[in-house]
């Protein structure tokens, strides 16, 4: 028993932490619920950096968390400048947090398997955008969002962690809005714990 306790101690002092970036464009609600969850003791990441195309709600609040936060609105050099913040900062892992550009498939290539992305549907339902409103128009039954491993087919590779809801009579899709962020705010942070778990293995 005493030393069952000792092991686990020993384990959790041993587990070494995953180095993230986020990726953002906007608000920047999502970096916040990371930012959040990356508080606990137990979570398997930090998030190291904040990269935006441009300044944003969301490179205000990281700043004011006191996390190294850099603008890159260079639209021809924005990939090449991203790696180099990227490898000069170690990070191990990039989350797409409601991050527009789309990525090239060598830049993906370099980091494949290394970017995550939440998306707001069920995939491989309602690939791209205007989700809410799609899902409205196509009289889905069901609604939510899916955290994904990001490849070079737009919001395809592989999903690691969905959560549903019931689309109600009467719905808008402000009111779909409003109740799939909630659950991206949840599912993003459990996603990315999970994974960076894996990766800080290595
Ligand atoms: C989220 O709905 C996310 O699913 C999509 O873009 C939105 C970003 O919101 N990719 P925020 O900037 O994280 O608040």
Redesign the pocket.
């Known amino acids: 028993m005493v030393r069952g306790l000792m092991e686990a101690r020993a384990t959790k002092l041993r587990m070494r932490k995953c180095r993230v970036a986020v990726l953002?464009?906007?608000?920047?609600?999502?970096?916040r619920a990371l930012l959040k969850a990356a508080q606990a003791d137990d979570f398997s990441a930090t998030i190291d950096l904040v990269v935006s195309e441009r300044d944003s709600d969301?490179c205000v609040f990281a700043r004011d968390a006191g996390i190294e936060t850099r603008v890159i609105d260079d639209k021809i050099n924005f990939e090449t400048k991203l790696h180099e913040w990227l490898s000069s900062r170690s990070i191990e892992l990039v989350c797409?947090?409601?991050f527009m550009p789309i990525l090239s498939p060598s830049f993906v290539g370099v980091w494949r398997a290394r970017i995550l992305?939440?998306?707001?549907s069920l995939l491989p339902k309602l690939r791209g955008l205007d989700t809410h409103k799609r899902a409205l128009a196509e009289g889905h039954k069901e609604h939510g969002?899916s955290v994904h491993i990001v490849t070079e087919k737009i919001d395809e590779g592989e999903v690691l962690e969905q959560a549903r809801l019931t689309i109600k009579a009467g719905d808008s899709h402000e009111d779909l809005?409003a109740r799939?962020?909630k659950l991206?705010h949840k599912i993003y942070p459990q996603a990315l714990d999970k994974y960076a778990r894996k990766i800080a293995l290595y």
Do not use: T
């Open positions: 953002i464009s906007g608000r920047g609600s999502n970096l969301g797409l947090a409601g992305n939440i998306h707001p969002c809005a799939v962020l991206e």
